[in-house]
């Protein structure tokens, strides 16, 4: 994967000049953190970053708008790279859910975008979406030989959640959330997610391999969970409460670092007292993984 990004991508964006600029974005946020020490040096990098993104994020919209076979595999890369550039941000206020914003009637621009990941593989067939440059990213649906989850594989603390996520659906489903069925459906993919990343009892994995990315949780969220959490809704805050501790686990992501503190922070401040308590899981997985982004 990481020879896609160091040599197929770049071919790409010579193609298409966006998936570069999104590129140089995230270069320019990766480049600002290690200038932490210099703030001169950190407002440079960081300008450059928004730039870029800003030109990215303008030719990604023109893009989408006459996509064909041609172009899809830069869009799909290009919406990637938007993600990780806005999780390479970081949180812009209390406010921030990284989906969206509290009470705010938009979501975030460049939320949309991402969730476009899963339309382009929606439209475009594998043999047309993963051609040429774009092989190595294309799927398998052959069982990877080890069944291990994870957390084994990559050698990190397994949690025991399932009890505590059955605990958690049982109050979804006996609560008088307006959109139970969106709810219970963002429920079941987190759900999913968990048994991959962390297994059965025994630490086994043997469903599908999709499950093992912890971000397909957002490529695949619905407008109407999104507006569940604009409007502080305490069972789509503590879904994504428990989707937070999961960011964690991910000590290669680096755009990622801080994001589920932050998520914690701002949900036990928005939401109902009475479920303050079902945020101690969460928050704890989440302590215990602190050090695992470096």
Request: hydrophobic share 45%; charged share 20%.
């Amino acid at each position: 994967m990481g020879q896609f990004w160091a040599q197929n991508a770049p071919r790409i964006g010579f193609s298409n000049p966006y998936v570069l600029h999104l590129a140089y974005s995230l270069a320019g946020y990766h480049l600002a953190r290690g200038d932490s020490w210099d703030r001169n040096a950190q407002a440079r990098r960081l300008a450059v970053a928004k730039l870029n993104f800003t030109a990215g994020l303008a030719g990604l919209n023109k893009a989408i708008s006459v996509m064909d076979s041609g172009t899809c595999g830069a869009i799909y890369i290009s919406v990637m790279l938007l993600c990780f550039c806005t999780f390479a941000a970081g949180p812009v206020g209390r406010n921030d859910l990284l989906v969206c914003q509290v009470g705010v009637a938009q979501p975030k621009p460049s939320v949309p975008l991402a969730r476009g990941a899963h339309l382009v593989r929606q439209r475009f067939d594998s043999a047309t979406l993963f051609s040429g440059l774009m092989a190595p990213l294309a799927p398998t649906n052959s069982q990877p030989a080890d069944s291990r989850a994870t957390c084994h594989r990559q050698c990190f603390v397994r949690v025991d959640w399932m009890d505590q996520l059955s605990r958690l659906r049982e109050l979804i489903v006996s609560s008088d959330t307006r959109e139970v069925s969106v709810t219970i459906r963002s429920f079941d993919t987190l759900r999913a997610i968990y048994e991959a990343t962390y297994g059965d009892r025994d630490g086994l994995y043997e469903g599908p391999p999709m499950h093992g990315m912890v971000l397909r949780w957002l490529y695949v969220m619905e407008d109407d969970f999104v507006a569940s959490l604009q409007s502080k809704d305490a069972m789509a805050l503590l879904i994504l409460a428990y989707f937070a501790p999961l960011l964690n686990t991910m000590s290669k992501a680096w755009f990622l670092k801080g994001w589920a503190e932050h998520l914690l922070t701002s949900i036990r401040i928005f939401i109902d007292k009475e479920y303050v308590e079902w945020l101690e899981w969460p928050m704890g997985v989440a302590e215990q993984y602190s050090e695992h982004i470096r």
